[in-house]
């Protein structure tokens, strides 16, 4: 079945460090993919999507770009910031079905000042 | 943007009684309702999916008598932990859609059953 892996946490960086967190997926056809972030007791948000090969989501100085050669949509960002610390999940919706959400074990990111 | 709203964010039950959380799709009529459960530290596994009008369809060894869910409305689904234990303690979070797509989640229910 249709799998997603994430690069196993904690992450802690300093403030203005550049950040990658990995992410790859195993998925019959041609799904669409996500990053969701999730602050302390609350539910996920929306981050960004790509839904198709060399789409590339951004959103709030974050980026990822959907690569079909490498199964990968790892998120990037430049220059992050306390406020970034969150627990961040990769998730991928079939193309077929009830497009249910399959999501990876989630990466917990800490920015220190 | 689309909201979904959830209540309550917080119960406290004691083992034995049954809960019931809401989700509400507020400003778009949710077709379709995912229920996820969320253990400490680790991923959102998928619970059931419903349709509104239609039973919920539940994943592989979510107990389907003991995880209520009904989907009466186009705005309005409910999740009704029966005879909770305190295995049952997690944090449930729905997600609401309007046709295709991922959906919009709530803000998530912490569960904690004493």
Same mark, same amino acid.
């Given at each position: 079945? /249709?799998?997603?892996?994430?690069?196993?946490?904690?992450?802690?960086?300093?403030?203005?460090?550049?950040? *990658?967190?990995?992410? @790859?997926?195993?998925?019959? &056809?041609? !799904?669409?993919?996500?990053?969701?972030?999730?602050?302390?007791?609350?539910?996920?948000?929306?981050?960004?999507?790509?839904?198709? %090969? /060399?789409?590339?989501? #951004?959103?709030?100085?974050?980026?990822? *770009?959907?690569?079909?050669?490498?199964?990968?949509?790892?998120?990037?960002?430049?220059?992050?910031? +306390?406020? /970034? #610390? %969150? =627990?961040?999940?990769?998730?991928?919706?079939?193309?077929?079905?009830?497009?249910?959400? =399959?999501? &990876?074990?989630?990466?917990?990111?800490?920015?220190? !000042? | &943007?689309?909201? =979904?709203?959830?209540?309550? #964010?917080?119960?406290?039950?004691?083992?034995?009684?049954?809960?019931?959380?809401?989700?509400?799709?507020? /400003?778009?009529?949710?077709? @379709?309702?995912?229920?996820?459960?969320?253990? !400490?530290?680790?991923?959102?596994?998928?619970?059931? $999916?419903?349709?509104? &009008?239609?039973?919920? *369809?539940?994943?592989?060894? +979510?107990?389907?008598?003991?995880?209520?869910?009904?989907?009466?409305?186009? *705005?309005?689904?409910?999740?009704? +932990?029966?005879?909770?234990?305190?295995?049952?303690? #997690?944090?449930?979070?729905?997600?609401?859609?309007?046709?295709?797509? !991922?959906?919009?989640?709530?803000?998530? $229910?912490?569960?904690? =059953? @004493?």
């Amino acid at each position: 079945g /249709d799998s997603v892996t994430q690069m196993e946490g904690p992450v802690t960086l300093s403030e203005e460090a550049f950040l *990658t967190i990995n992410c @790859t997926y195993t998925a019959t &056809g041609y !799904p669409s993919l996500f990053w969701y972030v999730q602050y302390p007791g609350e539910g996920l948000q929306l981050l960004l999507k790509a839904t198709k %090969a /060399d789409d590339k989501g #951004s959103n709030k100085g974050f980026e990822a *770009t959907y690569r079909k050669e490498t199964t990968s949509f790892h998120l990037e960002k430049g220059s992050v910031q +306390v406020s /970034d #610390s %969150a =627990v961040y999940f990769c998730a991928l919706s079939g193309a077929q079905g009830a497009q249910k959400l =399959v999501f &990876g074990q989630g990466t917990r990111l800490t920015i220190n !000042p | &943007g689309a909201v =979904v709203s959830q209540h309550p #964010s917080r119960v406290i039950c004691k083992s034995g009684t049954s809960v019931k959380i809401e989700c509400r799709s507020l /400003d778009f009529q949710a077709t @379709t309702m995912f229920w996820y459960r969320q253990f !400490p530290k680790q991923s959102l596994m998928l619970m059931a $999916t419903s349709n509104e &009008g239609s039973k919920a *369809t539940y994943e592989q060894g +979510v107990e389907k008598d003991k995880f209520l869910i009904n989907h009466a409305s186009l *705005t309005l689904s409910t999740l009704t +932990v029966t005879s909770a234990h305190p295995e049952d303690s #997690s944090f449930y979070i729905c997600s609401a859609r309007s046709g295709t797509g !991922p959906g919009h989640f709530g803000n998530g $229910t912490r569960l904690t =059953v @004493t």
